[in-house]
């Protein structure tokens, strides 16, 4: 294998808990813990970005994503550690009266262009045409596409198996349960679970793109990790599951009856998921591992989002 390099962010290795909600056990990997301002699953992809970008004498970074992007508020703020100017093309309106993600999106500096929905449909060309203007001038612009999903980004969760077998005996248990934007994350699990020979089921909820189209980028990536750094395995399709169904209401959008889910959550375990990727991904969760008391076979990565939780808090506190 070869192994890239990384700069270290994240605080790891990230804590396994035994938590019991409504009288059911359930295990979650907490990647929420990562790091306070780096908090979620993004750091562990932008490690080996970040890496890659001042090696190569960058001067500002350009990613995407929506107007509450973790990805987004994660990226600019770690280049920001690392002395690494960036500008974010975010899909939705500004405002004055800015709020979590997008609030902290400016106090890291980050230069913002704003996108409608059709325009952002393009932002990877938006991304590119002004990167060559930029290069032209003597700028060189890295450009991290959307959730840093990248053969190198998904390295972070190669490892992340690396670090999880190291925490508990991972033959004890049969899957990993996540919510899924880009496919990054679960592409990164299902290489590092297939380079370690271990049987464990990937399980995500499609919070952003059709079902079909996620599972394209998802074994993209994952053949394209294990062929750019030789990790000497073969992928398995059938450990792949996508739950569909449970992001109807859109991207950034979620219905009154998981709010009243993660509220209930929040109450009985100290613990706020967000409205976008793991709010959802926990009411699948919930349906399908925690009321039939399985939730300690399948275990639940909380892969961060806290702050995007404060701009639905109006929501949230109806639901109280």
Known sequence: ?????????????????????????FLIKRDDYLGTDFSGNKIR???????????????????????????????ASAAARVGIKTKLFLWGEDSANADGNLFLDKMYGAEISFLNKKNYQNVNEIMGEEGERL?????????????????????????????????????????????????????????GAARNKINLKIFVVNVLYPKAKLKEKIMLLTEGVIA???????????????????SKEGYKNI??????????????????????????????????????????????????????AFSKRKKYLQSL
């Open 228 to 246: 750019e750094y030789n990790l000497k395995c073969k992928l398995d399709e059938s450990r792949l599951e996508i739950i569909d169904g449970y």
């Open 135 to 191: 290069n032209k001038k003597g700028k060189k612009v890295y450009i991290i596409p959307e959730g840093g999903s990248t053969t190198l980004g998904i390295m972070g969760y190669v490892s992340f198996i690396e670090e999880l077998k190291k925490q508990i005996d991972l033959q004890n248990i049969n899957g990993i349960f996540s919510a899924a934007g880009t496919g990054g994350t679960a592409a990164g699990m299902l290489a």
């Open 1 to 25: 294998m070869k192994t890239p390099n990384k700069i270290i962010l994240a605080n790891l290795p990230t804590p396994v808990e035994q938590l019991l909600f409504r009288k059911r056990k």
């Open 255 to 308: 219905s009154k009856n998981k709010v009243k889910l993660i509220s209930d959550l929040a109450k009985e375990t100290g613990m706020l998921l967000d409205h976008v990727y793991t709010g959802k991904a926990f009411n699948a969760y919930y349906d399908y591992f925690i009321r039939n008391g399985k939730g300690n076979k399948i275990m639940f990565l909380h892969t961060g989002g806290l702050f995007g």
């Open 45 to 75: 992809k932008l490690e080996y970005l970040l890496y890659n970008a001042k090696q190569k004498g960058t001067d500002i970074i350009f990613t995407c994503g929506g107007v509450q992007s973790n990805h987004c508020r994660a990226t």
